[in-house]
Structures are given as C-alpha cells and as structure tokens.
C-alpha cells in the first residue's frame, strides 16, 4: 500500500478460545487489515487456535499472555517433549514480538512487543519463563529492553507498542483502562515496566510513540459495573487502546434449543451466524484518524458491519 493513503490497522484482542478460522478469516477478509494486532490470551495453552492464528494471511503481530502459559511455570528441557509454551512461540515464529521490533516498510509501520505474559501489577509472572527466554529478571530490566527494541524504529515509521496488558499511570478507578475492577476501591494494575519502558522512549525526545495496544483487562467490569473506558489519549497525544472486548464472538439464533445431539446438525452457532469484534485502527500521514470497536456479522458467505462504536476520531 502507498504511504500516502490510509493504513488501516485491526486488533483482535482477548481470544479466550474465541476464534474461527473460517469465519475470523472471512470478518478480516472484509475489514481489509494492512496488519492484524493480537493482545494474547488465546485460550488456556491453547496451541489450537495459535496455529490457527499463525495461519491467517495478513500481516500480524502477537504478544502472548498470562492465560498462554496457564500452567507452564518453566520451559521444559526435553526436545522431545516441549512444553506448550515453547510450542506457541515456534509456531509464531518472528510474529511474537515481546521485547523485539517488527517492522513493516510497506505501510511505514513498526510494532515493538511488551513484556510477555503479563498478569498486570507490581510483579513479574512466570519468572522463570522470562528469564530463560528474554533474560529478563526484574522490571527495571523488562522496560530497558523494551526500550532497546523500540530504538531504532525508522524515523518515518508509525510506531505501536503491543503488550498484554497497559502501562501503569492511566488512572486507579476500578472503571479504568487498567484499573482493578475486582476490588471495590480500585486501583492501578497497569505494568510498571511499561509506563518506564515508554517514559525512557520520551525523555529527550528519543523517540515518539503514538499508539500503545494492550488487552487483559476486560472491558465488562466485574459485579456488574458496567463497562471499561477503552481509549485514553494522553497529555502529549500518545493514544493507549484496550482491545479486550471479551467475549468477542456472539453467536445468531436461538441457543437454548441446541441439543448435544444437535452439534453437527444446521443449528450449530456458526451455521446461524455470529457477530464478532475487533478494534479498528485507521492512520492517515503518520496520525491516528480514527479508532472504532466494530462488530462484524458473518452468516456463511455473507459479511457486514453489524454495528460500530467511534472510540477516537482526529483531524
Ligand atoms: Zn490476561
């Protein structure tokens, strides 16, 4: 795509085991993505659907989350009998960007990844993990190489940090876009390496970062609160989205007439349809212009934009 039009990016946030390939390919097909952004948290280890996403013929970039290494706590050492993470992460490949830069000089874009399998807060999760994988051992050394990866993005591309989860420093009520929804007073349960990792790309003007993607922290609050704010522009315009829109499949029809024995038979929720959600991303010279969660219907062959919601609109 020439650099003078729109890029249109689509982020798939929170897969908690819902995807399709056949119909997530088709809801693509019709959004027409220059590059798809998963948040992680695909299932339970679920090497299924990472294959399945692997698969897809767009441009993408993955960062893994806590729920992808649910009960992997180290890598095991045996080649002939990986652990599902390490299976996750070969079948990524260059795609799983944690702690490393893609870049896309079609489209002028670069995607620097977070730290991986974040479960948010003050403290690392899968320690061991890390620091077998990244050397990584501490936060402080997770934002130093998060910074690493994003110096050097060429000076005319549109940086996007990915991670699973925000940054701390967006706010600590329990509707926030990193707030503790779980507990009554709320509280910031972005990662710290991540606000350091991007305070250290501003200082001096190293670097800018217009765009930080993330997921984990579910737009539907907890105990019925009510829903996420979603979007945050930041004092200097940096632009920080929450893809998790979970669940993101919606099935059509009449589910309460389902029957075991009715599973391969029509009534089967994809054969009726489904809505699914994505986070769209426009950019035009360099500047986000737009961002929406839209829901997209597939019923068989047919697609439409079954509804639309402006997070962000620009000039
Ligand atoms: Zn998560």
């Known amino acids: 795509m020439a650099s003078s039009s729109s890029i249109r990016i689509v982020i798939v946030g929170d897969v908690h085991d819902c995807w399709n390939f056949e119909q997530d390919s088709k809801a693509l097909q019709f959004l027409q993505p220059d590059l798809v952004l998963f948040t992680g948290d695909f299932g339970e280890e679920n090497l299924e659907v990472v294959r399945s996403v692997a698969n897809i013929q767009f441009a993408k970039a993955v960062i893994l989350g806590n729920h992808d290494c649910w009960s992997t706590k180290k890598f095991s050492r045996s080649e002939k009998d990986k652990d599902k993470v390490q ?185 009726k349809g489904t809505a699914r959600a994505f986070t769209l991303v426009e950019l035009s010279k360099g500047r986000v212009t737009r961002v929406a969660e839209s829901w997209v219907s597939v019923v068989e062959d047919k697609t439409t934009l079954k509804e639309e919601h402006i997070l962000f609109e620009g000039n």
């Open 87 to 271: 299976l996750q992460l070969e079948c990524l490949g260059k795609e799983h960007v944690a702690y490393e830069r893609l870049d896309l000089p079609l489209i002028q874009v670069s995607v620097v990844g977070g730290r991986p399998f974040s479960v948010g807060g003050k403290s690392l999760f899968r320690n061991k993990l890390l620091s077998a994988r990244y050397g990584v051992k501490d936060m402080d050394g997770s934002a130093k190489k998060i910074q690493k990866a994003a110096l050097g993005t060429p000076e005319d591309h549109f940086l996007i940090l990915l991670a699973h989860n925000g940054p701390t420093g967006l706010g600590s009520g329990l509707n926030d876009i990193c707030g503790k929804d779980w507990e009554l007073d709320g509280g910031d349960h972005g990662d710290p390496d991540l606000e350091c990792a991007i305070s250290l790309l501003k200082e001096n003007n190293q670097i800018s970062i217009p765009l930080v993607v993330f997921g984990h922290m579910h737009k539907e609050l907890a105990h019925d609160n009510g829903f996420r704010k979603m979007i945050v522009v930041g004092t200097d315009n940096t632009i920080y989205l929450n893809g998790a829109i979970v669940p993101r499949v919606k099935s059509f029809g009449d589910d309460n007439k389902r029957s075991l024995d009715d599973e391969s038979s029509l009534s089967s929720p994809e054969a």
